[in-house]
C-alpha cells in the first residue's frame, strides 16, 4: 500500500507524462474560439523568468485576445522576440491553442507571458501562465503543444476547486495509483492536471484513444475518473 505524497506506489504509473500520453487528445486541426488578436502596446514588468530562477524586468509587446465567449485574455510577448510581426506570430500561436481548451478551463486564465527562450511552462491560480518558448519546436514536432496548454489551465482553473476536496483525496487514496510519473512525483501539484488530461481524454476523445491507452486510463485511476465525472460531466467538457 501506499501513501499518497509519498514517491512509491503499488504500481508504477502507465505513462511518463500526460503531454505525452497521446498526441490526438487535442490537435492542431481542432476548432478555437480564437475570434481577434490585437497589438495594444509596449509594457515593462517583473516576471518570473525560468532562465534566471526568479522575476526579472523586462519589457513586452501586450496582445489581446478575444475569445467567442466575450471575455479578453492578455498576450505579452518578451521583445527578446526583436520584431513586432515575430512576435505577433508567437502570440497567435498561443492564443489559438488556448481557444482549443474546454471552457472550464479558460475561464479563469487572464494573462498569458512568452519568453523567447528556456525551458518549462508554469501556472497559477491566479490566471496568470509563463511560457517558456525554447521547447516550442519539440512540442509541435510531438504533436503535444495543445495537451501542454490543457495542463496548465487546469492550475489556473481547476486546482482550487480539486485538490483540498476530501472526496478528491478519498479518490487518490482508493485508487493508490498515479496516471504519470509526473503526477507521482509531485501529487500535491501535479495530481489535479495530469488526471483531468486523462478523464478528458476518455471522455471525450475515446474515438482517438486506442484500446490498451483507455484500458490503462481506466485501470489505473478509475476512482479519480468517477469523481471527476460526478464534478465535471461530459456536458461541462465543451468549448
Not at 508554469?122 to 521547447?135: F, K, M, R, T, V
Not at 483507455?214 to 476512482?223: K, Q, T, V
Request: aromatic fraction near 12%.
Amino acid at each position: 500500500m501506499s501513501v499518497i505524497g509519498a514517491a512509491t506506489v503499488a504500481e508504477e504509473p502507465p505513462f511518463r507524462g500526460g503531454v505525452f500520453m497521446d498526441a490526438d487528445i487535442i490537435t492542431p486541426d481542432d476548432p478555437s474560439t480564437l475570434e481577434t488578436l490585437n497589438f495594444e502596446l509596449l509594457i515593462t514588468d517583473d516576471v518570473f523568468d525560468d532562465r534566471y530562477r526568479e522575476a526579472v524586468p523586462a519589457e513586452f509587446f501586450r496582445f489581446t485576445a478575444t475569445y467567442r465567449n466575450g471575455s479578453n485574455v492578455l498576450f505579452d510577448v518578451n521583445t527578446g522576440f526583436y520584431d513586432k510581426t515575430i512576435a505577433t506570430g508567437v502570440a497567435y500561436s498561443y492564443a489559438f491553442v488556448l481557444g482549443q481548451q474546454p471552457a472550464i478551463l479558460k475561464r479563469n486564465v487572464k494573462r498569458i507571458v512568452v519568453h523567447e527562450e528556456g525551458d518549462g511552462w508554469s501556472a497559477n491560480a491566479l490566471g496568470l501562465i509563463i511560457i517558456q518558448h525554447g521547447e516550442y519546436d519539440y512540442y509541435k514536432r510531438r504533436r503535444s503543444l495543445e495537451e501542454l496548454m490543457f495542463h496548465e489551465t487546469v492550475h489556473t482553473s481547476l486546482d482550487r476547486q480539486v485538490e483540498f476536496d476530501a472526496k478528491w483525496k478519498l479518490a487518490q487514496k482508493n485508487d493508490d495509483r498515479f496516471i504519470t510519473d509526473y503526477a507521482m512525483s509531485a501529487p500535491w501539484a501535479e495530481d489535479v492536471a495530469e488526471s483531468f488530461l486523462a478523464y478528458f481524454a476518455v471522455t471525450m476523445r475515446s474515438d482517438r484513444l486506442s484500446r490498451r491507452t483507455i484500458r490503462r486510463i481506466e485501470g489505473a485511476i478509475p476512482n479519480r475518473l468517477e469523481y471527476f465525472s460526478q464534478k465535471f460531466p461530459k456536458q461541462r467538457l465543451g468549448l
